[in-house]
């Protein structure tokens, strides 16, 4: 079995040898820095009650949109890799058809992550194949059973030291309270506020979700006033448990200031089903303008992620729900549509704003000007399509003529995929060496501070920006 190329100590480097020699070092200077996760979809369940990981195929292919999305693309139907309203494949079958499309991942972000995380999470040597499948189904299957393979001894190998979840505002955080509370666990799992289905009237349960969120934390009132008044309680209740921000998944970044009357009769209108399509548009822009208000008072880092056609096929998202691979970016205006929050909130005092796009082509335009002049806005790292190798490249390339390297995140996982995780931040880490690597040599900076900006990109930024 020829040996994985996830071996090679240079990978993502440049290949320049004198060039690659400086990333090597400035590589060096970081590769062992603890994990800051600040962003993402891992269950915090999970890691309280040390569930045992399941059999390879629901574990690394079936909940992975960026494997079953590629696979489906070459002609395998969807049914053949995820469990249906209708029917549940074999884990083997679906691993199997993992492993005969192992050639279609060659070159992209996903190969390289699945690559290193099979080698140094899995301890596999060699390539996938159809003729391996079987085998490497069965070496993985074992490792899982081992107790070193549960999520919180991962959680301590991986050497994370904050993970941050996505988590429903009525959600009770009971799972972060214990983890919180258990002295033996070390590390810091955080909620993070996330709104979306009870600010977007096109939402198909919104009215639901509004009684709930009412009747919950409404301090006993009704209507507009009661809606504004529980979702400050619930931001407050997230704080209380350790949330540093607040996330919205929106379809763009569209932002606009009501007054309260004008509001309230849009959120009548909304919860009488009167709401027109411009009612619907005018009334989550408003309430994102609300929710920065609120981040000002709150404290909470407010973090904006547009640009995403969701659920673009619906014949897939009827049989297997969200967040299945149909969901594809399309181009998006920052400039304009942030401008009533800045104008506002763009100079508070401690208000931090993250803006991520799937649209690099805002990356120089919009994104680092904006960032590079309002004391709140940072730049979100390269997201979902985005957190490839090359696009890493070119948002650095993108935007740090304009705004340097203080105005920006840190890199951002944004994963279900525990395993992942150390394999993501890897490849960033390898990226930004490169990139420094690449300036030091043509002497644009020097290689002293190169090693110290490598330090404040990887472990200083997310600390910074996300107020840990």
Not at 172 to 189: C, P, T
Not at 399 to 410: C, H, K, L
Not at 443 to 455: F, K, N, P, Y
């Amino acid at each position: 079995m020829p040996q994985s190329i996830a071996a090679n100590p240079d990978r993502l480097l440049p290949a320049d040898p004198g060039t690659r020699s400086i990333a090597r070092d400035l590589l060096q200077r970081v590769q062992d820095l603890p994990i800051i996760s600040p962003h993402g979809h891992v269950d915090a369940a999970m890691i309280e009650q040390n569930t045992p990981f399941p059999d390879p195929a629901a574990l690394l292919v079936s909940p992975d949109h960026y494997v079953t999305r590629l696979i489906h693309a070459s002609g395998v139907p969807m049914d053949l890799l995820m469990e249906s309203d209708s029917y549940q494949p074999e884990s083997l079958s679906v691993w199997r058809e993992f492993c005969r499309a192992w050639p279609l991942f060659e070159g992209t972000a996903s190969g390289y992550w699945l690559r290193t995380q099979l080698r140094s999470v899995f301890g596999l040597e060699g390539e996938l194949s159809v003729e391996t499948a079987d085998a490497s189904y069965d070496a993985i299957s074992a490792k899982l059973q081992e107790p070193g393979f549960r999520p919180r001894e991962m959680f301590k190998d991986f050497n994370i030291e904050v993970l941050a979840t996505t988590d429903d505002p009525l959600d009770n955080l009971e799972s972060h309270k214990a983890i919180a509370q258990d002295l033996s666990f070390h590390g810091r799992v955080l909620p993070t506020f996330r709104p979306d289905a009870y600010l977007n009237i096109a939402h198909p349960t919104w009215s639901e979700n509004v009684d709930r969120l009412i009747a919950a934390a409404g301090d006993g009132g009704t209507g507009y006033d009661a809606y504004l008044a529980a979702l400050e309680n619930r931001r407050r209740y997230f704080v209380e448990h350790g949330a540093v921000s607040a996330d919205h998944g929106v379809l763009t970044p569209a932002t606009l200031k009501l007054d309260a009357s004008d509001a309230a009769k849009l959120f009548d209108r909304a919860r009488s089903g009167t709401a027109t399509a411009q009612d619907r548009n005018d009334f989550e822009a408003h309430m994102m303008y609300q929710m920065a208000r609120m981040s000002v008072e709150d404290g909470l880092v407010m973090t904006i992620h547009p640009g995403s056609y969701r659920n673009h096929h619906e014949p897939t998202f009827n049989s297997f729900g969200a967040d299945t691979g149909h969901d594809i970016p399309f181009a998006i205006n920052y400039t304009e549509a942030i401008r009533p929050v800045l104008q506002d909130f763009g100079t508070a005092k401690d208000f931090h704003l993250v803006l991520f796009t799937l649209d690099e082509t805002v990356f120089s335009r919009e994104l680092a000007p904006l960032a590079g002049f309002y004391p709140s806005v940072y730049l979100g790292a390269p997201w979902w399509f985005l957190d490839a190798p090359d696009a890493m490249l070119r948002y650095r390339s993108a935007v740090t003529e304009t705004a340097g390297f203080s105005r920006s995140s840190g890199f951002i996982d944004d994963t279900r995929a525990f395993c992942s995780i150390p394999a993501r931040h890897d490849a960033s880490r390898r990226i930004e060496a490169s990139f420094l690597a690449r300036l030091v040599a043509e002497h644009r900076v020097s290689e002293d501070r190169a090693h110290e900006l490598i330090v404040d990109i990887v472990d200083g930024a997310p600390r910074r920006v996300f107020k840990l």
